[in-house]
């Protein structure tokens, strides 16, 4: 679905990006779009670990009030659905994608989802929902096309077939990234061009939202892009993983901004690096769970 024009608006004042300041040039608008999106709405997993009821909903209306009214983030579904309604509502001829992440111990199931954007027949790939090493920008379907991410990360789309593919003439897109020149290339995600329904989706959040071994069950998680605003690109992201806070900018090293010991910390850090308040409410749903941080024992 899109959003009408009066709950775009509001969007576009969220991520202070208003029409006034839109290039007439589609793919120039696309591009700004996502720098700022991606500045704007954290890819987090906070409302597994501060809620009471810990579910994620995927409903269209359910998404514009978290991340627009609430001011909040999500994963890769609800951000890449969301961020799918608002360039509908822009105009933009899309469809919404699966995917599978690579892991150590190898590709997922279903699991992730980015939009397909097609301007003048040319079709892109629209991720603002992989955290840390999503594209932050569009990214063209072309064969073994490369470009800078976050320099000097580098990312890769190839159109290939992948290991456990039991047929190798099978063809998917593979994203990768390389951290530097010296190092090797690491395999991120894989995507197909198929369209996806909601109800899709509806099944792959259930798993991802809910299943003891999900990467976002086990881990409290943040990412935000910092936008360079004079050039309207992500010039580099705070992250949030466990009890660390990171800056990572462009050609530099990350550093470490925040070392948390209680959740008063980290409740103070996720306001102040994600721009997400939790209630005392939803703080009090971490109560008692493995991901909890608790003051260190006294050994007195």
């Known amino acids: 679905m899109a959003y009408t024009q009066d709950q775009l608006d509001r969007y576009l004042q969220h ?7 839109h290039p ?3 793919l120039q608008r696309l591009k700004q779009l996502t720098a700022r999106q991606i500045s704007a709405v954290p890819f987090e997993s906070f409302a597994l670990h501060y809620s009471q009821h810990k579910l994620l909903s995927l409903d269209p209306e359910a998404l514009y009030e978290k991340i627009v009214v609430h001011g909040k983030g999500g994963y890769c579904m609800e951000l890449n659905a969301f961020f799918g309604g608002i360039l509908r509502a822009l105009g933009y001829q899309l ?5 599978r992440v690579k892991t150590p111990a190898g590709w997922t199931g279903w699991s992730h989802m980015v939009n397909i954007v097609t301007i003048d027949n040319v079709k892109y790939n629209v991720d603002v929902g992989f955290g840390t090493w ?26 290939r077939s992948i290991s456990q593919h039991s047929d190798p003439s099978q063809r998917v897109w593979v994203y990768s990234t390389q951290e530097d020149p010296s190092a090797p290339w690491e395999e991120r ?16 959040n259930l798993s991802t939202m809910s299943a003891p071994t999900s990467f976002f069950v086990q881990n409290v998680i943040g990412m935000r892009g910092i936008l360079d605003e004079d050039a309207g690109t992500v010039d580099g992201v705070y992250t949030l993983f466990g009890n660390k806070v990171k800056r990572h900018m462009r050609n530099a090293e990350a550093e470490v901004v925040a070392e948390l010991e209680t959740e008063d910390e980290r409740v ?3 306001e102040e690096y994600f721009g997400v308040r939790l209630s005392a409410l939803e703080r009090r749903g971490i109560r008692g769970l493995a991901t909890e941080l608790k003051p260190k024992p006294n050994m007195g």
């Open 15 to 21: 991520i202070n990006y208003p029409r006034s300041q």
């Open 24 to 26: 007439h040039d589609a």
């Open 95 to 99: 469809v919404n994608a699966g995917g």
């Open 189 to 204: 995600n894989m995507f197909v061009e198929t369209e996806f329904f909601q109800a899709d989706y509806e099944a792959m």
């Open 134 to 159: 999503e594209p932050m920008q569009p990214i063209p379907l072309q064969d073994n096309h490369t470009f800078t991410q976050i320099a000097p990360r580098l990312g890769k789309l190839e159109y």
């Open 268 to 270: 103070r850090a996720i």
